[in-house]
C-alpha cells in the first residue's frame, strides 16, 4: 500500500476519477444571490420566528410568534380567509409553547405547512376565492387530524400514568401485609438528573450501548406515535 | 480510521457529515444520492423519526473504483444534530477520517453553528483526535434561502465565527437546490485520500 498509494500523482488521479464520475451539474449561486427582496413581504417576521422555532423552543421564541400571530390577526381582521389561518397558526403555536419538547412530534410540521399554505393563498395573484377557501379547508381538516392525534395521545400517557401509580398502590398494599412501610428519605430527594457517561474515556462495547439506550428510546417513542397514528387512521376508516 | 487491506488492495474512508440540527446534513445525502444513484451503484441507508430527523444516522456508500491498483471505498455519514444525542453522534465520529462541517446560513442558526462547531471538537477530542489535524471542509448552507429574502449570515461573518483559527476550505452551497454540494464532497475525499497517504508514508 505505502509503495502504491506514496505517489505524488495520486491526488491527481483521485481528483480525475472524480471529475469522470461527479461530473458537475450544479447550479450556480449568483442567480441565487440575486434574489427577490422580501422587505416588503406581509409575514416576513412570521416565517423567520417559524424558521427559528424549527431549530429549539424556547419561551422567548414561542412568546415573540404567538405576538407576531396577534400583530398579523389585527392587520387581517376583514380578511375572513387568512384570519382563519393565522388562527390555526395561533393555536398550533400556544399548543407547542405550553408542552415544548413534549408537543407532538407533527406540530412543528403542521405548524410550517399551514404557513407555506398561508403564504401560497396570501402571495397568489389572482387566486380565485373558491381555491382559497379549497386550500383553507384542507389545512382545518390536517390541523383537526393533529387535534385528535393530540387528544389520543394523552390518554395514552394518562392511562400509563394512572396503571403505574395503581401498580405502586397495589404493592405498597402487598408490602404493608408484611412490614409497615418506611420513612424513605429518597423519596423526598428532587428527581435524579441522568447523567450523560464520558463515551471517550469508556470502552467501545459500553460506549455502544449508551448509545444503543439512546436508540431505543427514541424508538419506544416513535413507535408509540406510529401506534397512536394507527389507531386514527382505523378509526377514521 | 480508514480500513486499508493490503491483500486485497482495498483502501476504505470514513467521512462525516457533522453540523446543527436542521443545517441539511441528511439533504446533502440526498442530493449526492439522488444525482449519482445510477453512477455509484449503492444503497443509501436512513433512518427518521416520526418528526423527519434523523434518528441513528444517515449512510451512503460511494465506489470511486480502482486507482494505483486500490480500490477505493468511501463511506458517507451524517450524524443527528439535536443536541440531545450526544451519544450517537460521538460513536458515528469513531474512526472518521474526514469532515463536512454543514453550518446552516439563517442568521437565527448562528449560535447553534458555533455549538456544534465546539461539540464537533469536544468529540473529536474524546478520540484523541484534533480538530484542527483531520481534513475538515465547511460547507454554507441554505445561501438559496436568500432569493427568499430570509436574512442570512454574510459569508465573512461565517467565515470569523467558525473558520478563522481552522482555515478549512470553504463552500457557499445550498444543499436542496445543489450548488456547492458535489463540489464539497469532492474537496473532502480527496483532502481524505491526501492525508491517508500522508499518515502512511
Not at chain 1, 440575486?34 to 416576513?44: I, L, Q, V
Not at chain 1, 380567509?81 to 397558526?89: A, H, M, R, V
Not at chain 2, 487491506?5 to 457529515?17: F, H, P
Amino acid at each position: 500500500m505505502t509503495q502504491s498509494m506514496d505517489d505524488k500523482g495520486l491526488k491527481a488521479q483521485v481528483e480525475n476519477r472524480l471529475a469522470d464520475l461527479f461530473s458537475d451539474e450544479e447550479g450556480s449561486l449568483e442567480t441565487m444571490e440575486e434574489g427577490r427582496s422580501m422587505d416588503d413581504h406581509p409575514f416576513k417576521e412570521l416565517k423567520v420566528l417559524l424558521l427559528s422555532i424549527e431549530w429549539e423552543i424556547t419561551d422567548d421564541a414561542m412568546d415573540s410568534l404567538i405576538r407576531e400571530i396577534k400583530g398579523r390577526e389585527t392587520a387581517y381582521h376583514d380578511d375572513r380567509i387568512i384570519l382563519t389561518f393565522l388562527q390555526l397558526l395561533g393555536s398550533a403555536a400556544k399548543y407547542i409553547k405550553v408542552n415544548k419538547s413534549k408537543a407532538h412530534p407533527k406540530a412543528t410540521r403542521v405548524i410550517s405547512l399551514v404557513y407555506t399554505a398561508l403564504e401560497k393563498v396570501a402571495l397568489s395573484e389572482g387566486m380565485a376565492q373558491a381555491e382559497k377557501e379549497k386550500i383553507l379547508l384542507d389545512e382545518v381538516a390536517r390541523f383537526k387530524r393533529l387535534r385528535e392525534e393530540v387528544k389520543v395521545r394523552k390518554e395514552e400517557i394518562k392511562a400509563q400514568v394512572s396503571s403505574k401509580t395503581r401498580g405502586v398502590s397495589v404493592r405498597q398494599e402487598r408490602e404493608a401485609v408484611v412490614t409497615p412501610p418506611e420513612e424513605t428519605p429518597a423519596a423526598s430527594e428532587p428527581e435524579k438528573i441522568r447523567v450523560q457517561p464520558d463515551l471517550g474515556r469508556i470502552p467501545p462495547h459500553e460506549a455502544f450501548a449508551h448509545a444503543l439506550e439512546e436508540i431505543k428510546e427514541v424508538i419506544r417513542a416513535e413507535f408509540k406515535a406510529l401506534r397512536a397514528e394507527i389507531r386514527l387512521w382505523r378509526e377514521s376508516g | 480510521m480508514a480500513i486499508i487491506n493490503l491483500r486485497k488492495k482495498e483502501v476504505q474512508a470514513k467521512i462525516v457529515y457533522y453540523g446543527p440540527g436542521r443545517g441539511g446534513k441528511t439533504t446533502n445525502l440526498d442530493y449526492l444520492y439522488k444525482k449519482l444513484r445510477d453512477r455509484i451503484k449503492t444503497e443509501m441507508v436512513t433512518i427518521k423519526t416520526h418528526g423527519d430527523r434523523t434518528l441513528f444516522f444517515d449512510f451512503l456508500p460511494i465506489e470511486i473504483g480502482k486507482i494505483k491498483g486500490y480500490d477505493i471505498r468511501i463511506q458517507l455519514y451524517t450524524v443527528p444534530g439535536q443536541v440531545k444525542y450526544d451519544a450517537t453522534r460521538r460513536l458515528v465520529l469513531r474512526g472518521v477520517d474526514g469532515i463536512v462541517f454543514v453550518a446552516d446560513s439563517l442568521e437565527v442558526r448562528r449560535k447553534e453553528n458555533i455549538l456544534s462547531l465546539k461539540n464537533l471538537s469536544d468529540n473529536l477530542a474524546a478520540y484523541k483526535k484534533s480538530i484542527f489535524d483531520i481534513p475538515l471542509v465547511m460547507q454554507y448552507n441554505k445561501r438559496d434561502l436568500s432569493e427568499e429574502g430570509l436574512p442570512l449570515i454574510p459569508f465573512e461573518s461565517l467565515e470569523k465565527d467558525l473558520n478563522t483559527k481552522l482555515k478549512a476550505p470553504s463552500f457557499e452551497a445550498s444543499a436542496l437546490k445543489g450548488p456547492n454540494v458535489i463540489q464539497t464532497m469532492k474537496k473532502i475525499i480527496i483532502m481524505t485520500i491526501d492525508s491517508l497517504q500522508r499518515e502512511l508514508r
